[in-house]
């Protein structure tokens, strides 16, 4: 039986604050999520009506201006919906959190004349952006210039998104140097090839993608004349820290939804083992310790990860005049938060199963789609290097070097 989604729109509360509502939308949409995850973790299948249930729910555009149909949100409130919707759903968090880095882009690199016309397009057709930016695997994206515009050739091996976007966020190389393109969906000479089969992290639609000879516009790339031959600045790149605190935030929701089941399920299946003494699982110390323990983990991360998202939100309203050495505050407190949430996550989604019991890893309930989604997104980057950046910056103040993993 296919798993169903149930896709009514959430109330509005007209007394709270629109972060306030954003916030229970996301609550709702995760609860829908939870309801089917095991079941559409298992089928694997597009997640369009995944996606749908983001937009119905206005959870899409919620960066952008009041007065344009957004909620006015900055990055950090955004990367909180990202981690209510992660209890839910680690892969449609994934998605949510990387459209809500794609959709700054434009704000770091662009005019403000694309700026703006970025953040219209958004919020008036809440559009859904897919990604093409891995800067890793195959042969790379390869911008050449053709008459008044641009055709654009290559293959990425990730593109999280790219067949469903409306809009794609790409990265590409021209003369050498790093452009960002927006282009809109369904460009010829764009193939989104499907062949996404991992362990974990199924729902994300991030198979290879390849462009052969697609046309690029001039005004499809991010940025004035000339586009090449420029350092970007410290302002420009906390680009990459917007991806790291999306990470910390979907890893992090990931793990508080994992305890809230295991709790679930001892309250409703859960027995004491033979010789703890006690009737009840609910009285089992070696149950109320594990729980104690990963509980207070997980809080201790969500504190670092709140602080990281405070000090890039700092630095993004800071604005182009922030320094070197303030952008690598900002970045460094995500890496530190990067690095918690990444053990404590994993850590978690393997514990819980200590609670549970073997009844518990039985393969319909699906809870070993926690550890599983964690497992495989964990490995986008190392965490040891983001451990040995920190250290660097504690030890010897240098500063991570920008490059899209930094």
């Given at each position: 039986?296919?798993?169903?989604?149930?896709?009514?729109?959430?109330?509005?509360?007209?007394?709270?604050?629109?972060?306030?509502?954003?916030?229970?939308?996301?609550?709702?949409?995760?609860?829908?999520?939870?309801?089917?995850?095991?079941?559409?973790?298992?089928?694997?299948?597009?997640?369009?009506?995944?996606?749908?249930?983001?937009?119905?729910?206005?959870?899409?555009?919620?960066?952008?201006?009041?007065?344009?149909?957004?909620?006015?949100?900055?990055?950090?409130?955004?990367?909180?919906?990202?981690?209510?919707?992660?209890?839910?759903?680690?892969?449609?968090?994934?998605?949510?959190g990387y459209h809500y880095a794609q959709t700054r882009i434009a704000h770091l690199f662009g005019t403000a004349e694309q700026a703006a016309e970025h953040s219209r397009r958004n919020a008036e057709g809440r559009l859904f952006w897919g990604g093409v930016q891995n800067p890793r695997g195959a042969d790379g994206l390869v911008l050449t210039r053709d008459g008044d515009g641009f055709r654009l050739s290559g293959r990425r091996t990730f593109a999280s998104g790219a067949s469903l976007g409306d809009h794609l966020s790409v990265t590409a190389t021209l003369d050498d140097s790093l452009v960002f393109v927006s282009l809109p969906a369904g460009r010829a000479g764009f193939t989104a090839l499907g062949d996404w089969d991992n362990i974990g992290q199924?729902?994300?639609?991030?198979?290879?993608?390849?462009?052969?000879?697609?046309?690029?516009?001039?005004?499809?790339?991010?940025?004035?004349?000339?586009?090449?031959?420029?350092?970007?600045?410290?302002?420009?790149?906390?680009?990459?820290?917007?991806?790291?605190?999306?990470?910390?935030?979907?890893?992090?929701?990931?793990?508080?939804?994992?305890?809230?089941?295991?709790?679930?399920?001892?309250?409703?299946?859960?027995?004491?083992?033979?010789?703890?003494?006690?009737?009840?699982?609910?009285?089992?110390?070696?149950?109320?310790?594990?729980?104690?323990?990963?509980?207070?983990?997980?809080?201790?991360?969500?504190?670092?990860?709140?602080?990281?998202?405070?000090?890039?939100?700092?630095?993004?309203?800071?604005?182009?005049?922030?320094?070197?050495?303030?952008?690598?505050?900002?970045?460094?407190?995500?890496?530190?938060?990067?690095?918690?949430?990444?053990?404590?996550?994993?850590?978690?989604?393997?514990?819980?199963?200590?609670?549970?019991?073997?009844?518990?890893?039985?393969?319909?309930?699906?809870?070993?789609?926690?550890?599983?989604?964690?497992?495989?997104?964990?490995?986008?980057?190392?965490?040891?290097?983001?451990?040995?950046?920190?250290?660097?910056?504690?030890?010897?103040?240098?500063?991570?070097?920008?490059?899209?993993?930094?």
């Amino acid at each position: 039986m296919t798993a169903q989604l149930d896709t009514r729109p959430a109330p509005l509360d007209p007394g709270t604050t629109p972060f306030e509502a954003a916030l229970a939308r996301a609550d709702l949409v995760a609860a829908t999520l939870r309801a089917t995850a095991a079941e559409r973790d298992h089928l694997g299948a597009s997640p369009r009506a995944e996606v749908e249930l983001l937009r119905e729910h206005d959870l899409l555009q919620v960066q952008e201006p009041v007065v344009l149909g957004g909620a006015g949100l900055g990055y950090a409130q955004a990367s909180l919906l990202t981690r209510r919707v992660a209890r839910g759903d680690t892969s449609i968090a994934h998605l949510l959190g990387y459209h809500y880095a794609q959709t700054r882009i434009a704000h770091l690199f662009g005019t403000a004349e694309q700026a703006a016309e970025h953040s219209r397009r958004n919020a008036e057709g809440r559009l859904f952006w897919g990604g093409v930016q891995n800067p890793r695997g195959a042969d790379g994206l390869v911008l050449t210039r053709d008459g008044d515009g641009f055709r654009l050739s290559g293959r990425r091996t990730f593109a999280s998104g790219a067949s469903l976007g409306d809009h794609l966020s790409v990265t590409a190389t021209l003369d050498d140097s790093l452009v960002f393109v927006s282009l809109p969906a369904g460009r010829a000479g764009f193939t989104a090839l499907g062949d996404w089969d991992n362990i974990g992290q199924r729902l994300t639609d991030s198979g290879g993608v390849v462009f052969e000879n697609a046309r690029v516009e001039r005004s499809e790339i991010l940025g004035e004349d000339p586009l090449t031959g420029r350092t970007p600045s410290p302002y420009q790149t906390l680009v990459t820290p917007h991806w790291q605190l999306a990470f910390v935030n979907f890893y992090l929701g990931t793990a508080e939804g994992a305890l809230e089941e295991a709790l679930d399920w001892v309250r409703l299946h859960g027995t004491a083992w033979e010789s703890s003494g006690v009737d009840r699982a609910g009285d089992d110390p070696y149950v109320l310790q594990t729980i104690g323990e990963v509980r207070s983990e997980v809080r201790a991360a969500a504190l670092l990860a709140d602080r990281a998202g405070r000090a890039l939100q700092t630095a993004l309203d800071t604005g182009p005049e922030l320094t070197d050495d303030e952008r690598a505050e900002a970045a460094v407190a995500i890496y530190e938060a990067k690095v918690v949430t990444t053990t404590t996550s994993l850590s978690a989604a393997s514990r819980l199963f200590e609670i549970q019991g073997a009844r518990a890893t039985t393969s319909g309930y699906g809870f070993d789609r926690h550890w599983r989604n964690l497992r495989t997104h964990t490995l986008h980057d190392p965490v040891a290097y983001k451990a040995r950046e920190v250290g660097d910056w504690a030890l010897n103040r240098r500063a991570p070097e920008f490059s899209l993993y930094r």
